[in-house]
């Protein structure tokens, strides 16, 4: 994950504040924090850890899967796109193992297609990066924070292009060659597209 893909993470990833309106953590605070951004990785475990969560960190899929195996959380939070695959695998066989828990996808290639997806999949939310550590703590309870107005900043041109590139990735079951007949473009082309961050 390049490092502009977490934003800063510094200023991301907080101590936790005062907020009466977050409910109590359950007894099982377990927590599975999976990202391959080793300094972003770290931070966001002590922010969770901070605020009551009982944090397994992993690196890759295959540590994530192994994780689970063992003892399924009762929370996850899990970047999208790692070295050795793809984090939706990760939320899929956490829902399968355990389906009261309630799994997040964190990532700096957000799209909307990508979103139903992660849920269909068994994603309790969808958080793109930079997420502070309060918003992702909001998500795995279930609380809102407020956020801007949607209609106030639109979809630029190039975002909504995005979009339907992705939602007929994701029908395609991410099949980029499939993918890349059914919308007449070149294969490196769309590689090349898909490898890019969202645009604005």
């Known amino acids: 994950m390049n490092r502009e893909d977490i934003g800063d993470t510094e200023h991301a990833v907080t101590e936790p504040q005062a907020d009466a309106?977050?409910?109590?953590?359950?007894?099982d605070r377990s927590l599975l924090v999976l990202d391959d951004d080793k300094p972003f990785l770290h931070r966001l475990a002590r922010a969770m850890?901070?605020?009551g969560f009982v944090v397994t960190q992993?690196?890759?899929?295959?540590?994530?899967?192994a994780a689970l195996e063992n003892r399924p959380p009762a929370f996850?939070?899990?970047?999208?796109?790692?070295e050795d695959g793809n984090g939706l695998d990760v939320i899929e066989k956490l829902k399968e193992a355990?389906?009261?828990?309630?799994?997040?996808?964190?990532?700096?290639?957000?799209?909307?297609?990508?979103?139903?997806?992660?849920?269909?999949?068994?994603?309790?939310?969808?958080?793109?990066k930079p997420a502070d550590a309060d918003?992702?703590?909001?998500?795995?309870?279930?609380?809102?924070?407020?956020?801007?107005?949607?209609?106030e900043n639109p979809m630029s041109a190039d975002r909504v292009r995005w979009e339907h590139i992705q939602?007929?990735?994701?029908?395609?079951d991410r099949n980029v060659s499939e993918t890349a007949r059914r919308l007449n473009m070149h294969r490196r082309t769309l590689q090349r597209i898909l490898a890019k961050r969202a645009p604005r």
């Open 21 to 27: 309106l977050v409910p109590p953590l359950p007894d």
């Open 49 to 51: 850890e901070a605020r």
């Open 58 to 65: 992993c690196e890759t899929v295959a540590e994530g899967l």
């Open 76 to 82: 996850a939070i899990v970047d999208m796109r790692l």
């Open 98 to 128: 355990r389906p009261d828990a309630r799994g997040i996808i964190l990532t700096g290639y957000g799209n909307i297609a990508t979103a139903v997806t992660a849920v269909k999949l068994g994603a309790f939310d969808y958080l793109a």
């Open 135 to 151: 918003e992702i703590y909001h998500a795995l309870m279930a609380t809102s924070i407020e956020k801007p107005d949607a209609q």
């Open 167 to 172: 939602r007929v990735f994701e029908s395609c």
